[in-house]
């Protein structure tokens, strides 16, 4: 039987603060794998390469010339490569806990998954609670009634999960945030590309989903653990507004016009009700639903600025 061999792949983009965390807990965290780096790289300007040669010198490097977004620069370090076990696909902000790989693997075999996520926690400490249920009008409207953390204690009425029973067994979902995502090489193959419309946020719902039609599901490995920094869209407006434009794009393209319309309005609920507390970044997003331009074109950093 060949041993297990696992592609890593890190998207980068101007990267240089987190990503020596990274670098320097793969050896321990991938501890009893066979595993080779590939780091696909959005034209930082910072040291992000330097720093990567000078620690991993034989990590292959795939420059995509701009900053293309993160599906894009996925797609760009899958190209050409051969087949493997599984490709583990990572955030710089992660820091891989010793072993967690090879805890996670054996989740692959179970029947009928595709991929697998570890359990996150931040740097504190605290568990992260990364795993979603698929987006649905209800729960669109119990997270705008409720929140987040109490909506996500029943299933009809939040995506996320919330619950901490949750994150103690091996149960399939529907998705889980992309930040640390090792995915087999049969789900990669029946999957094909990410797709690159979306140039952050909701490029890992949609993978997920169109994974699980595809008979291969994600499933948490409860004994394999990682700390996640934590990426920004929690503070910054402009990429707040990109998140949810994103999932209105994603809710259109796999629901009817009538639900997409109800989602449409709950999403609306949920950052007017806030941008009138004053939240900046809900009323940027709010804006944003109310301009049939911006739903319709492409999304990115910099034409949201």
């Not at 990669?188 to 979306?198: A, I, V």
């Not at 503070?235 to 393209?253: A, D």
Request: aromatic share 6%.
């Amino acid at each position: 039987m060949k041993p297990a061999t696992v592609e890593v792949i890190v998207v980068t983009w101007n990267s240089a603060r987190v990503l020596p965390g990274l670098l320097d807990s793969l050896e321990q965290g991938l501890r009893g794998v066979e595993w080779s780096l590939t780091v696909a790289d959005n034209a930082s300007s910072d040291d992000t390469l330097t720093i990567l040669q000078e620690r991993i010198p034989g990590a292959r490097t795939v420059r995509t010339g701009y900053n293309a977004g993160y599906a894009a620069a996925i797609n760009a370090a899958l190209a050409g490569l051969g087949p493997h076990t599984a490709v583990l696909v990572l955030n710089p902000d992660i820091r891989l806990a010793p072993g967690c790989v090879a805890a996670m693997l054996p989740y692959l075999d179970r029947a009928g998954t595709g991929i697998v996520v570890p359990r996150l926690h931040g740097e504190s400490g605290t568990l992260t609670h990364s795993l979603r249920r698929e987006p649905a009008v209800l729960r669109a409207v119990g997270e705008a009634v409720l929140g987040n953390r109490r909506a996500g204690r029943w299933s009809l009425l939040g995506e996320t999960i919330t619950a901490e029973a949750a994150y103690r067994s091996a149960a399939t979902v529907d998705w889980a945030t992309g930040a640390a995502l090792l995915i087999s090489w049969d789900c990669l193959r029946d999957c094909g590309p990410w797709d690159e419309s979306f140039f952050l946020y909701s490029e890992e719902t949609e993978y997920a989903l169109r994974a699980r039609d595809l008979g291969h599901r994600t499933r948490l490995a409860p004994d394999a653990h990682a700390v996640h920094l934590e990426g920004d869209s929690e503070v910054s407006p402009r990429l707040w507004t990109l998140l949810t434009l994103n999932k209105v794009r994603l809710f259109h393209r796999r629901n009817p016009p009538a639900a997409t319309a109800l989602f449409w309005a709950a999403m609306l609920l949920r950052e007017g009700s806030r941008a009138l507390l004053g939240q900046e970044r809900s009323r940027r997003a709010a804006a944003a639903l109310l301009s049939p331009s911006r739903l319709r074109s492409r999304p990115t950093a910099d034409n949201l600025a």
